[in-house]
């Protein structure tokens, strides 16, 4: 998990910097094409061409761009929270992939496992399997010997363990989700705000002075929905897949109680 987090994190990192060594280009192209402009008229078909080029541009290159516009310092954050919440969701969706157990067949297994070597076999068989309906089954057959009301007790307690286990850093990501589009609303009213004073400094309302901010102040508000977006996706799988594991555990619980009933007799 710390390995993911910290090869995300750099290049999370790459990127950013990345994008602000384009931002600057991109000022200094544009600062060049408008001297060049003003110069004669056959700018104005370089401008053209210029225009085509864009309009010919990727999906990539345009989201780039509208990244760098919005303010790569600022919209670093919202990345970052899109980063981190993704090494979250990617660490829960393998993890519960891999505590994903074939339910119906454990329960054959175990209770074939019974009828011929008795508890103990069927203990080498819940070792042998990975994912917490074996780790639920293994701890209800070491109490088996105590008595079924033991055996019980001990399932129920062994499976609020595991529930643990299935929501770790679940909250995390519920908190990416939320910061997210809030940190886009903040870049929205700080460029408010800042084209605000442009009009009281110049004394009147100009479009093209405060046209700049307003477009800032909706880019950070556009990428910060995206991200939550994106994340809240991921978040919905990993609750449905949470709660399908759950139920399993719910039902071989049950079943394991049924089949130690029957040992008994």
Known sequence: MKRLFSILALAGLMVLNATTANAATM????????FVATTDDTTAVFLQDDSAAEADKSFHQ????????????????VLLCLILGLAVAIERIIFLNLATTNTQK?????????????????????RNTKGPVASIFYQGLDRVDEGIESAEKAVVAY??????????????????????PM???MGTVIGMIQAFDKIS????????????????????????????????????YIIAKMDSIVNDMEDASITLVDLLVDHKK
């Open 106 to 126: 454990l329960s054959s297994s175990v209770e074939d496992a019974l009828a011929s070597g008795g508890v103990e076999a069927a203990k080498e068989v819940c």
């Open 159 to 180: 499976g609020g363990v595991q529930m643990g286990q299935l929501e770790k850093n679940i909250s995390w990501l519920s908190l990416f989700i939320a910061i997210a």
């Open 62 to 77: 345009v989201l780039k761009e509208r990244f760098i516009e919005g303010g790569a310092g600022f919209m670093g954050i």
């Open 201 to 236: 400094a110049a004394g009147g309302l100009d479009a093209s002075l405060i046209a700049g901010d307003i477009k800032v102040a909706l880019l950070t508000t556009v990428f910060g929905l995206v991200v939550a977006i994106i994340l809240q996706i991921f978040y919905n």
């Open 183 to 185: 940190l886009g609303f």
């Open 27 to 34: 000022d200094a192209v544009t600062n060049t094409t408008e």
